[in-house]
T-cell receptor, first 113, second 113 residues
Framework: GENVEQHPSTLSVQEGDSAVIKCTYS??????FPWYKQELGKRPQLIID?????GEKKDQRIAVTLNKTAKHFSLHITETQPEDSAVYFC????????????FGRGTSLIVHP | KAGVTQTPRYLIKTRGQQVTLSCSPI?????VSWYQQTPGQGLQFLFE???????NKGNFPGRFSGRQFSNSRSEMNVSTLELGDSALYLC????????????FGPGTRLLVL
């Protein structure tokens, strides 16, 4: 089955710096890659996603890039703010009626004021 | 629209007991997915229901089961509880499945003693 590895497990940055979190996947058939943010004690929330027919997607300070050849995708957060502090999860799945989403183990992002 | 709700929010059980958790999706959403979240294993997919049918199932033992009602509300049941079943159980709803935006509930925190 699919295997998703996420790095780093912890990322500490200063406010205003950029943060990059990388995920690699094993199944070349995977074609949907969402990112979730989970603040302490709260529910996960989708922040951005990308499909395999797109190489990059941006939403204000957040961007995701996908390299299908290398089978990795990354989350980029620019101009980080303290409220960006949370655990970020990546996931991979295959479209169609049958899917089993596989998640990365999460990255704890800490933004120091 | 009201968000995804889950009941109960907290639960303490002993080994060997069974438990039923409930999830009410966003109105109009037909897909409900269940996830187990633990510090050791991260976020893992349990199963997905769509229009009262289990459409996908993760790699969990048969002690974990679920169902969905005609109003899209879903329940999951865990029989013969084990200590390792202690976790946060999250459900998420979407209009058609994982590849559409999933909205998570607050979760049910289960502690097995």
């Amino acid at each position: 089955g699919e295997n998703v590895e996420q790095h780093p497990s912890t990322l500490s940055v200063q406010e205003g710096d950029s943060a990059v979190i990388k995920c690699t996947y094993s199944d070349s058939a995977s074609n949907y890659f969402p990112w979730y943010k989970q603040e302490l004690g709260k529910r996960p929330q989708l922040i951005i996603d990308i499909r395999s027919n797109v190489g990059e997607k941006k939403d204000q300070r957040i961007a995701v890039t996908l390299n299908k050849t290398a089978k990795h995708f990354s989350l980029h957060i620019t101009e980080t703010q303290p409220e960006d502090s949370a655990v970020y999860f990546c996931a991979a799945s295959i479209s169609g009626g049958s899917y089993i989403p596989t998640f990365g183990r999460g990255t704890s992002l800490i933004v120091h004021p | 629209k009201a968000g995804v709700t889950q009941t109960p929010r907290y639960l303490i059980k002993t080994r060997g007991q069974q438990v039923t958790l409930s999830c009410s999706p966003i109105s109009g959403h037909r897909s409900v997915s269940w996830y187990q979240q633990t510090p050791g294993q991260g976020l893992q997919f349990l199963f997905e229901y769509f229009s009262e049918t289990q459409r996908n199932k993760g790699n969990f033992p048969g002690r974990f089961s679920g169902r969905q009602f005609s109003n899209s509300r879903s329940e999951m049941n865990v029989s013969t509880l084990e200590l390792g079943d202690s976790a946060l159980y999250l459900c998420a709803s979407s209009s058609s499945g994982f590849q559409e935006t999933q909205y998570f509930g607050p979760g049910t925190r289960l502690l097995v003693l």
